[in-house]
């Protein structure tokens, strides 16, 4: 396991939060949009000690925070990000009049939020890490992928350490040796990353399994799970080892261990 800042010591009695995509709640009202510096800001106030985003490019190869390829879920059209120029995006506002970030006003706007950032396109890979790079920010960014090249891709081109999670590959080698008992397999692929984030459960796979659990967390890598939204989940993940949760309400989750 690679160490960096990021991590530091865990918080001990609960676990640590990450909030998906920011808040966006007041209570049971939707106040802000996700991925917006609001959301964020909103986040960091309720006490998350992580804050989660994504990674897109536009078509002036800016890395701007935010989920989908296109507009069409939040805002009604089926335009895609890369086609549209950073001043375009940002002309356009979201249903709680938000606005799409770039990477580097997130940042610069939240000097001490530690952020987990996925990479959705291979673009993002060469363009998130110089920006990240470009404000010093390489000890308080975790990089995550669901493909493990891309993951590998964008290590490699930073020349300053970076935490990073797993890929879908990766976790699922870590499964298997796990289940099998192969240890000196299991050690040889957890070797290179923080962490392991994933789903409580996936098409039949239970990743809350002791026999997946106990030799995993004996190889010092830490379990995140997502996406965790329910009081009781959460404390019976904490119970069993999780180290983390990812979270669209961190507000709940803080008040859940507090």
Not at 160 to 188: C, D, E, W
Request: include cysteine.
């Amino acid at each position: 396991m690679k160490t960096t800042g990021y991590l530091g010591p865990h918080p001990g009695f609960r676990p640590r939060i990450f909030a998906h995509r920011g808040l966006t709640f007041d209570k049971h009202t939707q106040v802000v949009d996700e991925n917006t510096l609001d959301s964020f800001e909103l986040a960091m106030a309720a006490g998350a000690d992580y804050l989660e985003s994504d990674i897109q490019v536009t078509k002036d190869l800016i890395p701007v925070l935010f989920h989908d390829r296109d507009l069409k879920r939040l805002v009604g059209k089926k335009t895609l990000i890369s086609s549209l120029t950073l001043d375009e995006l940002q002309s356009i506002r979201l249903p709680h009049s938000g606005q799409i970030p770039t990477l580097e006003q997130a940042l610069e706007k939240l000097p001490k939020a530690k952020f987990n950032l996925d990479l959705k396109t291979p673009r993002a890979e060469k363009v998130g890490i110089q920006a990240i790079l470009a404000q010093n920010a390489a000890d308080r960014v975790l990089v995550s992928s669901f493909s493990e090249a891309s993951r590998k891709r964008a290590l490699a081109i930073s020349n300053t350490p970076l935490a990073s999670s797993a890929g879908s590959s990766k976790v699922l080698s870590a499964y298997f040796f796990a289940r099998f008992k192969n240890l000196p397999a299991l050690a040889k692929e957890l070797v290179t990353i923080d962490a392991l984030q994933i789903p409580a459960k996936f098409f039949g796979i239970d990743f809350t399994d002791p026999r997946f659990l106990e030799p995993v967390l004996a190889a010092g890598v830490e379990i995140h799970y997502w996406t965790i939204n329910d009081p009781e989940q959460m404390q019976e993940l904490f119970q069993i080892g999780a180290h983390g949760l990812v979270t669209d309400r961190c507000d709940i989750a803080i008040k859940t261990f507090s």
